[in-house]
């Protein structure tokens, strides 16, 4: 795919998703001098077929996708899990997830005394500032939060995250 992809451009593919500029020829000369044929390319798939990024972790099963898929054809509607349906598609599981339920709203009454010392039971906030470099600039989003969820949990540190 990528030869063909050079020869269109080559041959002056530029701003294809502009309507006004696509011009398909080019395509069909860039796949023919590479004798490829694109209409491989754009026929339907198997729902068997690997596709180039299954290799991307999601924490939701292909499986639990095609379902859904079938869903949609079917024009069937999949519940809300935050109306307590859970349509098990183990995003629940992720860490991240806000609570199903909001925490109880404290009740007014005494103000809490204060304390001038160092409390160790409410979490530290901490601001961090950071610029991908170098390789780095082609993480994904989803991976660089990914990486730093696991180096500091790693480094042993607690996350309290807000909703």
């Not at 398909?24 to 068997?48: I, N, V």
């Not at 991307?56 to 307590?84: H, M, P, Q, V, Y």
């Not at 470099?133 to 995250?161: C, I, K, M, P, Y």
């Amino acid at each position: 795919m990528g030869p063909a992809l050079v020869q269109a451009w080559k041959r002056g593919a530029r701003f294809d998703s502009w309507k006004d500029r696509f011009d398909f020829s080019h395509w069909e000369e860039a796949f023919s001098a590479e004798r490829m044929d694109y209409q491989t390319y754009l026929g339907l798939l198997d729902k068997g077929t690997v596709l180039p990024w299954d290799h991307i972790e999601t924490g939701i099963k292909k499986a639990f996708l095609l379902s859904e898929l079938e869903k949609a054809i079917g024009e069937e509607r999949t519940a809300s899990c935050l109306d307590n349906d859970c349509g098990r598609c183990r995003g629940c599981d992720s860490p991240l997830r806000p609570p199903k339920t909001p925490p109880p709203v404290a009740q007014r009454g005494a103000a809490r005394p204060v304390s001038f010392g160092r409390r160790t039971d409410r979490p530290l906030r901490y601001e961090a500032f950071y610029e991908k470099r170098g390789l780095a600039r082609f993480l994904s989003h989803r991976d660089l939060t990914n990486h730093l969820q696991r180096s500091l949990r790693r480094a042993g540190v607690e996350v309290a995250h807000s909703a």
